[in-house]
Structures are given as C-alpha cells and as structure tokens.
C-alpha cells in the first residue's frame, strides 16, 4: 500500500509564494509519475500538474498554472514539490498529490491510483 503525504499548505496574500511537498512511501517511487490536483469548493478536483517518473523535464501543466508554478521531484527521497509562485485568489483549494498508474505524466483523474489527504491552500486578495 502506498501512503502520501502533504504539507506545505497556508495562508498567503496574493502574489506571494508557498512551496507543497507530498513525501511517498514504498521503493518504487521513481517508476511512476507524479501529479497534483487541486479542489475548491463546489467544484470538481482539477489537474494541476505532472511530473514523469524519472524526474526529467517531461512535465504537464495545466494552462491556468504555465508560467507561475513548477512541479519537480527528488527520487532518492521519494518525494514531490509544487512550488507556486503569484498566487492568485483562484488558486484556493484543497490541493492533493497522487501517485499515477505509470511512468507518463498525465492531466486525468482516473489515470492516478493513489490519492493524499490534500493540503488546504488559501490565497487572500
């Protein structure tokens, strides 16, 4: 059974920054990718981003983070980051990691197996 854990999440002003780790258990970390997903409110959990197992440059981003977070990952210590930088007030969200279903970064929900309890994001305007 893999467990996932984040933490990271607060409270920050808009424009200012927060750094998400989510650290993984089991051995066989880097065979899978990694993604984020983030859910407000009265809305369906949303993609965020994605990181293949390998650590390399394949990433995903969704179009509402390009530019302003940055997915990346240290496999020795079997763990991934989301550093987001000019929050918006949109960005609030229960964001959650999840371990995916194989090597290839990808957007989709059911593509992942294995889900964190989620890190509470608020951005004040």
């Known amino acids: 059974q893999v467990q996932l854990v984040e933490s990271g999440g607060g409270l920050v002003q808009a424009g200012g920054s927060l750094r998400l780790s989510c650290a993984a258990s089991?051995?066989?970390?880097?065979?899978?990718?990694m993604g984020w997903f983030r859910q407000a409110p009265g809305k369906e959990r949303e993609f965020v981003a994605s990181i293949s197992g390998s650590g390399s440059s394949n990433t995903l981003y969704a179009d509402s983070v390009k530019g302003r977070f940055t997915i990346s990952r240290d496999n020795a210590k079997n763990t991934v980051y989301l550093q987001m930088n000019s929050l918006k007030p949109e960005d609030t969200a229960v964001y959650y990691c999840?371990?995916?279903?194989?090597?290839?970064?990808?957007?989709?929900?059911?593509?992942?197996?294995?889900w964190g309890q989620g890190t509470q994001v608020t951005v004040s305007s």
């Open positions: 999840a371990r995916a279903r194989w090597p290839v970064p990808t957007g989709r929900v059911h593509d992942y197996d294995y």
């Open positions: 089991g051995r066989t970390f880097g065979s899978y990718a």
